[in-house]
Each structure stands twice: as structure tokens, then as C-alpha cells.
């Protein structure tokens, strides 16, 4: 157990809608990124933060947001929902936002199946 | 952009084979990890390599970071079905504050 909750496990939605996914990260840890992995493919960076604030953005659509809140909890938000975002979504934290001795510790993963 | 291939995308060997991935990028990167993904969860660490040149061994395992630090392998002796899983390299540069994946070697060993 990495210490990550992320839910819901599994989401089915149509095509139009809006979802959204929450993370919990670790005890004590500060940062949080979200990453989207499609069908047999690696991980593709979406967002990080850091302590509430935006500390880097990757290939993350102008149809999602995300954000992280004073608890260190994070929500990533998905709008105008399309077939092509259907991917596993996950969350990882770490202690710190910039430090390479601080590993990632992921979360299962929410499923998103757009229909 | 940073990119970091490996190779081959995907393996399939029998028990007790030797096997090597590899990560490669045209970037530097300050330290690298590699994860295993197994199916239904999330990637989980393995190692991390900072220094270039650097070889760190996890009993079957053996990690090195190339002495430029923009390379990576994994090999793996006398591979276990225990061991299939995906394979993921994970490049960070300081400043960046992102973790760059590769783009993951699927490992299956069959008994």
C-alpha cells in the first residue's frame, strides 16, 4: 500500500460530461502530480503541485484543470469529456517538489471510460 | 521537450533468461528511477540513480546510469515470471519540478 488514495476507481461517462477525480496523497507528503496513461503506454505528465500552488504543467488539455487544496488533497477536473480521453488517471505524491532522492509513490488509478 | 525511449517495447523470455532494457534521451537529467507496473495498480519504485556511471544492484537486478547521465539500463539474470510487468524509466532534472516517464519496456516471463 503506497499510502495514495485516489477515487473513484472506475468511471463511465458519455461523451459531453464532466468528471471529476480526487487524490489523497501520502502522510506528509507536499506534492502532487497527475499523470494519464492510455492503452499499453507509458505515463504522460499532466500537473504538479506543490503546497497548493502550480509548480509544472506537461501536455495537460485546456479542458482540464486541476488543483490542490490547503488539506494537500487534489481534485483533477475533466470537461467536454471526449472518446480519446478514456485512460487509466494516476496520482502520485512525494515529500518535496524538487527533490531527486524523493520518489514517486502512485496511487491504483482512476479508469475513465467515455462513451 | 524531453523525451526518454526505451527498449524493446516489449520482451517475452523464458524462465531463467538474461534480459537488458534500455532508457535512452538526447537530455540530461540529474537522477533517473525505474518503476514496475504490474496490472491494476500503480508504478512502484525500484531504484534511483544520481551519479553517472553509477551501477546499483536489487538482488537480480542490476541498474546503471550512463556517465553522461542521459542513459539508463536494466538488467535482469535469471528472470522469474514474478518479474513480468511493465517497465517504466522516469528521468528528473532539477528546476523542471516534473518526472519524465519512458515510454515503458512490457516485460513477460513464462515458466
Known amino acids: 500500500d503506497s499510502g495514495v488514495t485516489q477515487t473513484p476507481k472506475h468511471l463511465i461517462t458519455a461523451t459531453g460530461q464532466r468528471v471529476t477525480l480526487r487524490c489523497s496523497p501520502r502522510s506528509g507528503d507536499l506534492s502532487v502530480y497527475w499523470y494519464q496513461q492510455s492503452l499499453d503506454q507509458g505515463l504522460q505528465f499532466l500537473i504538479h503541485y506543490y503546497n497548493g500552488e502550480e509548480r509544472a504543467k506537461g501536455n495537460i488539455l485546456e479542458r482540464f484543470s486541476a488543483q490542490q487544496f490547503p488539506d494537500l488533497h487534489s481534485e483533477l477536473n475533466l470537461s467536454s469529456l471526449e472518446l480519446g480521453d478514456s485512460a487509466l488517471y494516476f496520482c502520485a505524491s512525494s515529500v518535496g517538489p524538487n527533490s531527486y532522492n524523493s520518489p514517486l509513490h502512485f496511487g491504483n488509478g482512476t479508469r475513465l471510460t467515455v462513451t | ?111
Not at chain 2, 541498474?63 to 539474470?77: N, P
Open chain 2, 1 to 111: 521537450t524531453q523525451l526518454l525511449e526505451q527498449s524493446p517495447q516489449f520482451l517475452s523470455i523464458q524462465e531463467g533468461e538474461n534480459l537488458t532494457v534500455y532508457c535512452n534521451s538526447s537530455s540530461v537529467f540529474s537522477s533517473l528511477q525505474w518503476y514496475r507496473q504490474e496490472p491494476g495498480e500503480g508504478p512502484v519504485l525500484l531504484v534511483t540513480v544520481v551519479t553517472g556511471g553509477e551501477v546499483k544492484k536489487l538482488k537480480r537486478l542490476t541498474f546503471q546510469f550512463g556517465d553522461a547521465r542521459k542513459d539508463s539500463s536494466l538488467h535482469i539474470t535469471a528472470a522469474q515470471p514474478g518479474d513480468t510487468g511493465l517497465y517504466l524509466c522516469a528521468g528528473h532534472t532539477s528546476g523542471t519540478y516534473k518526472y519524465i516517464f519512458g515510454t515503458g519496456t512490457r516485460l513477460k516471463v513464462l515458466a
